[in-house]
């Protein structure tokens, strides 16, 4: 599987915005990009995916680079139930499985 | 009640002592996964099975083997647990076919070896 780098740690204050990157230069044409968070003493949960197009839903966006080797979650308004690690993962489409690197913990100020 | 079910969700073990770590699911997904976490290593794939007649190793399958009983039940064993695999591990599910490929994740079962 493809590898993806993200920042260990990132900081924002509550009700900005908060961009979170991913590098991921070896991605192939037919690789998702997928996001997942785990808050604080849960299992990961999903939050957003795409393959070329930006997509938006309730929790978030996601901005894929144009050449697809790197792309940014975008939350819009960091709340304090935002602090968590996120994980960017690349899916193949003839592989089922995820995993998982170190992610970005995210820390939200009040 | 949750989905996906982990249990027990925590446990502490001697050095070579039989563990099985159980998972159940009431989603009615066909594809399974077990995960191990190590702090500041992400989640690590250690075995996955697409139906009860598929079983398929992850990235770090040494020194565990998984049983899938039924589509709902797929348990992680560790036959002599040793201290390095004291971790979190996590079952997930994700049904065939999914257009979002989202799995869907237990609450964690916390392993300790002494």
């Known amino acids: 599987d493809a590898k993806t780098t993200q920042p260990n740690s990132m900081e924002s204050n509550e009700e900005e915005p908060v961009h979170l990157p991913c590098n991921h230069s070896?991605?192939?044409?037919?690789?998702?990009i997928h996001w997942y968070r785990q808050l604080p003493s849960q299992g990961p949960e999903y939050v957003i995916h795409?393959?070329?197009s930006n997509v938006n839903n309730r929790m978030a966006s996601l901005a894929i680079a144009e050449d697809r080797k790197s792309s940014t979650l975008i939350l819009h308004r960091a709340t304090l139930r935002d602090a968590a690690v996120y994980y960017c993962?690349?899916?193949?489409?003839?592989?089922?499985?995820?995993?998982f690197g170190g992610g970005t913990r995210l820390m939200v100020k009040p | 009640d949750a989905d996906v079910t982990q249990t027990p969700r925590n446990r502490i073990t001697k050095t070579g002592k039989r563990i099985m770590l159980e998972c159940s699911q009431t989603?009615?997904?066909?594809?399974m996964y077990w995960y191990r976490q190590d702090p500041g290593l992400g989640l690590r794939l250690i075995y996955y099975?697409?139906?009860?007649?598929?079983?398929n190793k992850g990235e770090i399958s040494d020194g565990y083997s998984v049983s899938r009983q039924a589509q709902a039940k797929f348990s992680l064993s560790l036959e002599s647990a040793i201290p390095n695999q004291t971790a979190l591990y996590f079952c997930?599910?994700?049904?065939?076919?999914?257009?979002?490929?989202?799995?869907?994740f237990g609450e964690g079962s916390r392993l300790t070896v002494l």
């Open positions: 993962i690349l899916r193949g489409n003839a592989g089922n499985m995820l995993t």
């Open positions: 795409g393959l070329t």
């Open positions: 099975s697409f139906d009860v007649k598929d079983i």
């Open positions: 997930a599910t994700r049904p065939s076919g999914s257009n979002t490929g989202e799995l869907f």
């Open positions: 070896t991605i192939s044409g037919t690789d998702y």
């Open positions: 989603k009615g997904h066909d594809r």
